[in-house]
Structures are given as structure tokens and as C-alpha cells.
């Protein structure tokens, strides 16, 4: 079994920096031209299983790379920033100098978006996995930055905040699979 992850097209914010978690956007004619190009990775393939997050710029991805019929897993939602949502790392840093998500987590934010740890992102990762694993076949996932980065992680068996270690491009695809019956990277951030 090899599991294809694919991180969207690029939106307003992901190209400005801005943290976009629960914050529904569409992509940039750019990132529209990016999921297109993951279609090469998907076309003439079938999948046991198809998971995409119910972001519009996740399923938008989905569509446009021909991935067909899907199953929205609200698991996949990206990480809710709390009050950190729609803010750069760098304006993050003018109050709270060094700043990093991986380790220092996020503020509360509004009723929409509440925050949350990275461990409760880990969690959320964990019944992905346990879908994914269930899979008789190849799985294709279509998400976001930081949750396929936790996914990654919890995949190889590592704790949550070990994603800090695998970054992840807009339009890019990575393979989660095995060698010898363990849980390996077969490529990560790759452009299409």
C-alpha cells in the first residue's frame, strides 16, 4: 500500500504566509494551475480510498487533479490557529519574539476558531490513519500543510510536533508507504 498525499493549490494567504486554518478560501489561478498538474499523479490510477479535507481549497485540488469520487473526513481540516488565524509568523513575532507553532503552540481565538494543540492535531491524525490503514489498496489524501505534516510524523510513528521536520510546498505531492513492513517516506514535497 502506498498513501499519495497531496497539499493544495495556493491561496491568497498561503502565498502572503498567513496561517489558514479553519479559514475557508478558494485558490489563486495559480493554485488552480498547480492541482491541475497533480493530475499526472493520479490519472489512470485507482484508489481503495480517497480522503479530502471539507476545506474548498482541498476539494478544488481534488477536482482538478481528477482524483473522482472522494470522501470529505472533517479529520483533515488543518490545524485551527485560534487566534493566530490570518496572521504571518513574522507579525506573530512582534509580540511574541521567536515564536514557533511547533513549540509554542496557539492563542484561543474567536468561536470559530478556538485553537488547538498540536497533540489534539496528532489525535485527529490518528483516525486518518487508522481509515487509511483499514484501506485494501492505495489511498490518495488531499489536505494541508501542517495536518499531512503531523500525518506524516504519527505515520512513522513519531509524536505530532515531529512535523516541524517536513515541510510542505503549495501543489506539492509526498508517498507514505513501506519498506521491509515498516512505515517509511517514499518521497515528500514534490513538485508535480
Known amino acids: 500500500m502506498n498513501v499519495i498525499l497531496l497539499r493544495h493549490g495556493e491561496t491568497e494567504w498561503s502565498r502572503a504566509g498567513r496561517h489558514t486554518g479553519r479559514t475557508d478560501l478558494p485558490l489563486t489561478p495559480h493554485g488552480e494551475e498547480e492541482a491541475r498538474a497533480l493530475s499526472r499523479l493520479v490519472a489512470d490510477r485507482s484508489f481503495a480510498l480517497v480522503l479530502v479535507s471539507p476545506a474548498q481549497r482541498a476539494r478544488r485540488t481534488a477536482e482538478l487533479a481528477g482524483a473522482g469520487p472522494y470522501e470529505v473526513d472533517p479529520n483533515l481540516w488543518e490545524w485551527d ?8 509568523t513574522p507579525d506573530i513575532r512582534e509580540s511574541r519574539p521567536g515564536w514557533y507553532v511547533w513549540r509554542d503552540g496557539v492563542v484561543p481565538g474567536d468561536g470559530a476558531h478556538p485553537g488547538e494543540t498540536v497533540e ?3 489525535e485527529r491524525a490518528d483516525k486518518v490513519l487508522t481509515r487509511i490503514r483499514s484501506a485494501d489498496g492505495d489511498v490518495l ?24 521536520n517536513f515541510r510542505l510546498d503549495t501543489g506539492t505531492y ?3 508507504g513501506y519498506e521491509h513492513d515498516e512505515p517509511v517516506l517514499l518521497r515528500w514535497n514534490a513538485p508535480a
Open 174 to 176: 509526498s508517498v507514505l
Open 81 to 88: 490557529y485560534g487566534g493566530y488565524e490570518g496572521i504571518s
Open 120 to 122: 489534539h492535531v496528532g
Open 141 to 164: 489524501v488531499v489536505a494541508h500543510a501542517h495536518i499531512l505534516r503531523v500525518l506524516a510524523a504519527r505515520w512513522l510513528a513519531l509524536p505530532a510536533d515531529h512535523g516541524r
